[in-house]
């Protein structure tokens, strides 16, 4: 019974922090409709920045897993195709073959983020990724390939970086 007297003070403390804030400090992972499409929620604490043709793009609200093996990195609302055309996101997207610590080459690897502003894509064509001590966090450099609405894609240096 104590316990669920503390449950329920808690709960109502983190209600009306997130009203007074004017927003919610919660985030709900899981499919939703938005922007005349699906995508997919992620949460936690991972963040990531990319340096491409002279731009800087930062994510934040995702999250790092260990999957069958696989170590994957997922940031910002993950679009089902095709992208939702009404929708503004930024979605970012580590997958390596081993959850272990080491260099990491593509095609084994994928490296990609997408951003609807107005319609960008881009991936880690040649280079390499570095999966830090402890998989919490990591950097890629090489050629990115990129492209923006229905332009022809086009290849520029590029790096950047996670952390969970």
């Given at each position: 019974?104590?316990s669920a ?7 109502a ?16 992972a899981?499919e ?7 995508v ?8 990531a ?13 995702g999250?790092?897993?260990k ?12 679009p ?8 503004s ?10 959850a272990r610590?080491?260099?990491?080459k ?8 997408m951003?609807?502003i ?15 001590k ?16 229905s ?14």
């Amino acid at each position: 019974m104590r316990s669920a007297i503390m449950l329920i003070g808690l709960l109502a403390l983190a209600l009306a922090t997130a009203t007074a804030s004017g927003s919610p400090s919660v985030c709900i992972a899981g499919e939703t409709k938005a922007g005349g499409g699906k995508v997919i929620v992620n949460c936690g604490p991972a963040k990531a920045t990319v340096r491409v043709g002279g731009k800087t793009y930062r994510f934040s609200q995702g999250l790092c897993q260990k999957l069958f093996g696989d170590y994957t990195v997922n940031i910002g609302p993950m679009p089902f195709l095709p992208q939702p055309r009404k929708l503004s996101f930024r979605f970012f997207n580590v997958s390596l073959p081993k959850a272990r610590t080491g260099t990491y080459k593509p095609p084994s690897v994928n490296v990609s983020w997408m951003i609807n502003i107005p319609g960008t894509t881009a991936h880690l064509d040649r280079g390499t990724v570095k999966l830090a001590k402890g998989l919490e966090r990591g950097t890629f450099a090489g050629d990115v390939l990129i492209q923006e609405g229905s332009a022809a894609p086009k290849s520029v240096r590029g790096s950047g970086s996670w952390t969970c």
